[in-house]
Each structure stands twice: as structure tokens, then as C-alpha cells.
């Protein structure tokens, strides 16, 4: 893969919070466009990009409305460049439309949502984990998206970078799901030099205008791409199309198209999958989380490992595509998984569903505004252990 | 000899009557005759009126009948239109 | 060439020849064919719809006006005028319903280089859509706008549209419409548009005449095109078929160049202000944003003209 443009990377040893690693994240991985509108907590974000942008190369504007930022993103991809916007909560649900649009015409870019609490206003400025299933369902029509959950500024750097590369190489929109306490943690932060970055390249066409067709797939298929004025004369639409990108409305075309989008991403599901692991081969109990929780949850392991329980934890680092064969081996070995999250029960219910039945699954639920005590987590690890 | 000619794409039209309608010089009228699709097509009635500009082109919504101007002549003298 | 016109498959039981033809061999192509995707043919409007006739002064515009075509990008959001983009053989966008101004803002700031076109709808850029446009106008970024307004949400099926004129009749204001409609022209002079025009599909030279104004025009352009809409529109207000509206327009329009947009408002049946009614020069987006970077970034600003990734 080729390495980062060294103009947007900022190496180095930082002391940052998670919102401004997202941004050099999103500049190192050759990110020149983002539209926005600001909301807390996800504003400092494009606040950096804004600042920063313009003694890199490329261009922030600020949107009239997130409708407005998330589809101006796909313009900007269409016409060449890597983009992505930013939001949090009511912003997210503002964009829904536009994470369809952007899967059905498979426009590249990237969605980064600093969660808060909800619904509706909710709590501007307290975290939440509860947007994990709007990321996944949250426009209308079936599709496949990938959602990566960052747990500390570094890996909000780490994460935008492979956010980028994923949405190139499977022509999706990524959402980047972070919450409002990793966004405004401030950590030490490792910007490596810039060949040091891989950068996964836009699937550009080798063919010429007439040979090609915009959503003809590949072996993996991902279709390449064309930009807007280069000669292709190309068409795109969010309509049900072929794979000239014409408009086709019929059961068949619906069933090639969408069971295709679909696909690959699944197809590649074990790949995708991402996780850290640790104490899990002879554990009764595992603690699923991700994001902020996890760090919590690592705390609560302690605690019962030090009252004598075996007890593991895994870190779900990809959230979407789910890993659920992964999930499902694990579930097979041990008594029951635990699963703390800042929200009323949303990814345990995908546990749940890989576990099959294998092992117990406990919802640690929490409204969100605050983090879990550790000891909520405990207390739930205890009563299954005994 | 005329100094434009029309073409009709009789499968294209519609029938909406624009191009009969806005012809400045009333080349045109609505065919008795139908298109696959039932409509009822214009035919040329007044072929040496035509001056080839292109009117009933430019309101035709189906983009079914368009008219040019006659280029030079075989003696090689101009015709009117292109002069 | 086309053979379409001559091709004796075509001309079904019409026993007339089309073409004088012994004594014309000189045939050039409709000159609308090459901006068509020509496989997409025969087009989803109705018979007498005035959306198709707007096209051909695009076309004629477009080579008037001498661009490169590779570089011009038609950007459609939802509705009956939005189907244009499909139909167009140039790079184009079939966006979501009224956020065609939002991703044409994305395409033109990555890629200044593109001519950039907006082609759609009254409901999609002035209902759904109408805080983009006037964000966009207040901007004043490159965009050419063209808004085709039939008065009515065609594709939906003839409901209320912010254009509908007080007691018209809509399905989804069956007993006439009393919300007082937009006056296109003002909206967009007051937002800050560099060139507001509005014509009607009647008006097909000066039509094509506006377009190649605004291709030569930099900044936020805006051209209103009455069309008729036979199937709903006027078949709910008995108004006759699409040929009917052409004739009214041609009766009821007068054109009056430089008149202030604010005495432009339409009425179901009052006269039809046509003409050029803004011109004028406002710096552009892009250009402010550059000049103001560059005077306080200095040699620390990077000026990139395509925001093209590897
Ligand atoms: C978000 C959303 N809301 C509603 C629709 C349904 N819809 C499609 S087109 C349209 C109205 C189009 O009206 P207009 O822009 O005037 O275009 P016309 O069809 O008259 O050319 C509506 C409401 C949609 N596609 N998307
Ligand atoms: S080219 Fe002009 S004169 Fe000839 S038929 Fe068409 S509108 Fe009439
Ligand atoms: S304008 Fe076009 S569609 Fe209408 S009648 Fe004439 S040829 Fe047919
Ligand atoms: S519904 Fe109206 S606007 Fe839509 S294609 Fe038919 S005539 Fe045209």
C-alpha cells in the first residue's frame, strides 16, 4: 500500500484529546474535504480541521445543516477527493438519508459521531453509546455498513486512519463511533511518520471512458470508480441501477444490487473483524465492551480477578460488521458474557444472538450522562460467576 | 428548393402538438396515423416552407423532430438559408 | 449522423416520408442527441410536459456556449425535473430530494475546474431543499441553478408545491390552495444570486439565450422555467393538455428586463413577468475564501486548485 502525504501528517508525540486525534487521523489518511456543522461534543473536530486544513491543501466548509454536510461530502468524493463530516447525536440522525445515499451509490467517506446522550436534545455535553444501532440500521433499506469504536485519543487517531482505508477499499461510508468521553480525553497521542501510514488507494478506473462501467464489480465486488471531469461521462443515482449506473426498478435489479452491497462487506466479515482479547482462554466469565465502557470494564475484571473469579475481557474494536463467528466460538467456552454499555441494551442484543444460546449474555445497562461505576460491572460478573 | 428540411423520429413523439403549433412558416400538422405507442405523430405538409430553423427542435419535449438548414447546393451556388 | 429519422422500422404505418429526401443528402444530427443518453430513450415525461423542452435549450446552450462537456457535471435532486440528470450524457447526479445545491456545493469546492449545474425542481430546491439554496446564493458560489417550476410535486403526484399559486388546485389541497406561494425571483435576488432570470418553456431562445449567460457567469446563477405539467397540474385545474400552457405562456408573458424581482409574484391567472431581472457581480465564494487565507496565512497557505486523492 502506498504511505501517507507527509503534508497532513503531523508526526510526532502529542498530548491531545480524542476529537483532535480524529482530525489529524482524518488528515493523515489524505482527508482534503470535510463539511460540517457544529454540535457538541464532536465540534472541536472540525474546528481543528478548519484551522488546519488550509496549510495542508484542501478545504472545510461549514454547512447550512448536517443534511447539507453529509451529502456534501459525496460531491467532493465524486469529484475526487477523501472527505468526511462530523456530529453527534441529533446531528447523526440528520444524516441518515445521506449514509443510504452514500451506500447505494458506494461513495467512500467517513462519518464521525461523537455520541452523547439521548434522545432527541438529550445531554449535549454527557456521554452516551446509544447511536450503535442507528450507525447500523439507521437509513432506510437493507445494507451493510462499518463501524469502528475507539477507546482513547490514540486509537481516534489509529481508527480515523483505517476508517479511511476501509471506506476506499469497500466503497462504503464508515462511521467512526466515538463517544463524548474519548472525545475530550486528553492522552499522549503517537503520530507515526508519514511512510510509516499505509493508505489504502481510491479504486480508480484503468479503463477508458466507453469500456467502463461505473457498477460493474470486481472479483471482490467493489466496483472502480470515475471521478466527475475526467471524460467518462458517467452516471450516478440513488435509485435501484445496473451496473451502467442507469436506473433499473425491478425485483431482479433490487435483488443483484442490494444483495451485492450487502455481500461485500460480509464477504470480507472476518477480516473486518477486530478485537482485543485478554484472558479469555480459561475464563468462565467474559466482559464484552467497547469504546469508553472498556476501560471501565477492564477495571471491574480486575476487581474480580481479584476476588477469585476467571474472568476475561474482549474489546470490540470493529462493531459493524458484528464478529459473530468470533463471538460464537467464544460463547461456546465459557458460562456466560457480560456486556456493559452506555446505552439501554443495544449491542448485547447482537451478542445475545451470536452467543445462540451457548452462554448466559448480561445486559450492563446505562442511560448514559456518566460512565458505569466499575462496580455495577463487578456486581454483574459476581452474580453470573456464582 | 426548400430552404430547410425536418426530420421526424415518429416512434419518440408523444403527440403534444408543440412543434405543429410554434413552426413559424406552418410546416407541420398532426398525422392522422398513430406510433406504436398511439400517438399521433406530425408529418410535413408544406415541405418547401421549411426554413430549417430549428423551432419545432427546440419545443419538441421528446427530443423527436429537429430541422437544418439546406447546406450548399449541388451546383455549388448557396442556397437562400445559408447564405 | 442519425438514421433514426429515416429509418423506415420507425415510421410505423405513416405512409409519408419524413424527409424531402432526394433532395436533401445532407442530414446533420439533432443537435440535442449528443447530450442525450440516447439507450435511456424514449423518457419517463408525460406527453406535453414541459421538462424535455427545457433540455433542448441546455443542449443548444451548452454548445453555444462552447464548453468542454467533459468537464460539465448536472447535479438533479428528486422529482419529475430531477430524472434529467439520468438522461444527459455528461457526468451527472442524481442526488436525494432537495439536496442536489449541497452535494453540487461538494463536487464544485473539490473540483473548481467543473462547470457545475443544477438541474431540478421547484418543491426539491425550494421546499426540501430551500435552506441550501439560499446558503448557496449567500455564498455566491459557482453553480448554475436551473429550477423548473410546474407548480405542483409532479412525481409524487400533484400535491402542493411552495410555488402552487393561491386557489389552484392540488391533491393535497383539494379545495384550492390558500398558503401564499414563493416569488422565485425575489427569494433568490435577496439571498444574494448574481443572475436571476425567469422564462417559460415557451420561451426557447431566450431560454437558451439565459443558460449561455450563466455559463459565462461566475458565481450563483439562477434561471426560474415555467413549464407545463398536463397529467396533474393542469388537469386538476382544468387547465387543457401541455400545448394549452404553451399558448397561455406566449399570451400571458411579458418580458420585462431589470424589473425588481419584488414585482415578479405569479397568480394563477395574471401576467407572467419574464426576463433577466438580476445581473450583477459579487465576489465569489471560492475566491473569498482563497484571498482571506492567503492574507492571513500568507506563504503558510497551500492554494489547491483539485482536491484530487491518489
Ligand atoms: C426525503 C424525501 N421526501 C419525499 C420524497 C418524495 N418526493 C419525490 S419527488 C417529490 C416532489 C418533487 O417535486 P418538484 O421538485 O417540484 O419536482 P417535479 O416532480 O414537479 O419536477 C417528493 C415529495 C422523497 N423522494 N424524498
Ligand atoms: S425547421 Fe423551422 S420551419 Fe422547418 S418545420 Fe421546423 S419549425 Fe418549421
Ligand atoms: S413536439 Fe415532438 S413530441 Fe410533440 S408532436 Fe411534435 S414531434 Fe411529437
Ligand atoms: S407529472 Fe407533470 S412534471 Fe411530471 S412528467 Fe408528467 S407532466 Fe411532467
Redesign the interface.
Known sequence: MPHADPRGVLTGVHFMDGDHAACEGALAAGARFAAGYPITPSTEIVERFAARIPTVGGVFIQMEDELAASIAIAGAVWAGAKAFTVTSGPGFSLMMEHIGFAVMTETPCVFMNVQRGGPSTGLPTLPAQADMMQARWGSHGDYEIIALSPNSPQECFDLAVRAFNLAEEFRVPVMLMMDEVVGHMTEKVVIPPAEQIEIYPRRHTRLPPGQYKPYAPGPDLVPEMAHAGEGYRFHVTGLTHDERGYPSMNAAAQDRLVKRLKAKITRAADRLACYEEEGTEDADVVVISYGITSRVAQRAVEMARARGVRVGRLRLITVWPFPTRQIRALARRVKALVVPELNLGQIVLEVERAAAGQAETISVPHAGGSVHAPEQILDAIMEVAK | ??KG????????C?????CV??CPTHVLAM?S?????G?H?P??VN?EKCTGC??C???????AI?G?K??ESKNGAKSDAAR | MTSQARDPAELGPRPEAEVPAESCDYQPENPVEQFLRTDRMPHIWCPGCGIGTTVNSFARALLEAKLDLDRVAVVSGIGCTGRVAGYVRLDSFHTTHGRAIPFATGLKLANPNLTVVVYSGDGDLFAIGGNHIIHAARRNLDLKVICVNNFVYGMTGGQLAPTTPVGALTTTTPYGCYEPAFNLPALMDAAGAVYVARWTSFHVRQLTRAMVDIFRKKGFCFIEVLTPCPSLFQRKNRMGEGLDAMKYYKEKSKVRHGAPTSEVGLTIDGDIIVGKFVDRERPEFLDLLRSQLAAQLGDRYVEVEHLVCS
Open positions: 428548393m426548400p428540411y425536418v426530420a421526424i423520429n415518429v416512434e419518440r408523444k403527440g403534444c402538438g408543440f403549433e410554434f398525422s396515423a398513430f406510433n406504436s405507442k400517438y405523430p408529418h410535413v415541405p430549428d423551432l427542435g427546440m419545443y419538441c419535449p421528446d427530443f429537429y437544418w439546406a447546406p
